[in-house]
């Protein structure tokens, strides 16, 4: 299958978990996070749940880190130009949903990509190379290309890696892990 095709594919496959099924897969995604080594990390960037779609549901990752002292930042979008900013999440930050049903922060401090110690980032799919599929925009690729080369780049998805995506292109930045149910 190509990219298109494994995009849908996967898409409908985590629309289709019932919610019994997704808590028990997000379980165990939560307790491999848990046990990460984060003692260099001082900032992480993840992102807040898009409902539609059946995303893994992240606030419990959000609340783990902040009792851990480590900083929050979560991103705005773009999609003139499909890019992302990127905001510190605080207890009291308000949000908004935005018309494509993603949850940002309304008024908060921007924060450089360069500051970010570790992102997790969303997947439909990814293969055992660690290259991903989203949803097609490329937010996270110009995103992650921003980055600093030492920053550490998790993916979460509740389906294991394929074999290989072939159609990988230019801008395909691999990750350093991607955490699926064991
Ligand atoms: N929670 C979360 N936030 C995220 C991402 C993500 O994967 N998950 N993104 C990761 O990159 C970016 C947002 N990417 C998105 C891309 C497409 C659609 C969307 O609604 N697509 C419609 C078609 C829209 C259109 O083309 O007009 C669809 O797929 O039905 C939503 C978010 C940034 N924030
Ligand atoms: N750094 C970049 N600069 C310019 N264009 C880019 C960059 N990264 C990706 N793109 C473009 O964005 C589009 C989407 O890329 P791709 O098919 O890899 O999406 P994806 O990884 O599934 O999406 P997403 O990152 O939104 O989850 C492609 O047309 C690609 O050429």
């Known amino acids: 299958m190509n990219k298109k095709q494994l995009r849908a594919t996967y898409k409908q496959k985590r629309e289709n978990l019932s919610s019994a099924e997704k808590n028990f897969l997000q379980e165990n995604i939560y307790q491999q996070i848990y046990n990460l080594d984060i003692s260099d990390v001082k900032i992480i960037h993840i992102f807040l749940s898009l409902e539609k779609f059946n995303e893994i549901n992240t606030s419990p990752i959000i609340n783990y880190f902040r009792t851990k002292n480590i900083k929050i930042v979560v991103p705005k979008t773009?999609?003139?130009?499909n890019s992302l900013t990127h905001f510190y999440l605080e207890e009291d930050t308000e949000l908004a949903i935005n018309h494509y049903g993603i949850p940002e922060p309304k008024d908060a401090i921007e924060v450089s990509e360069n500051d970010?110690?570790?992102?997790?980032?969303?997947?439909?799919?990814?293969?055992?190379q660690h290259h991903r599929i989203g949803y097609g925009k490329g937010f996270y690729d110009r995103f992650l290309s921003n980055c600093r080369p030492n920053c550490k780049k998790i993916g979460l998805n509740f389906f294991k890696p394929i074999s290989e995506i072939k159609d990988i292109n230019e801008f395909d930045i691999p990750l350093d892990l991607v955490l699926y149910p064991k």
């Not at 970010?116 to 055992?128: E, M």
Request: charged share 25%.
């Open 116 to 128: 970010i110690d570790l992102v997790f980032v969303p997947l439909l799919i990814s293969d055992k």
């Open 78 to 81: 773009n999609f003139k130009n």
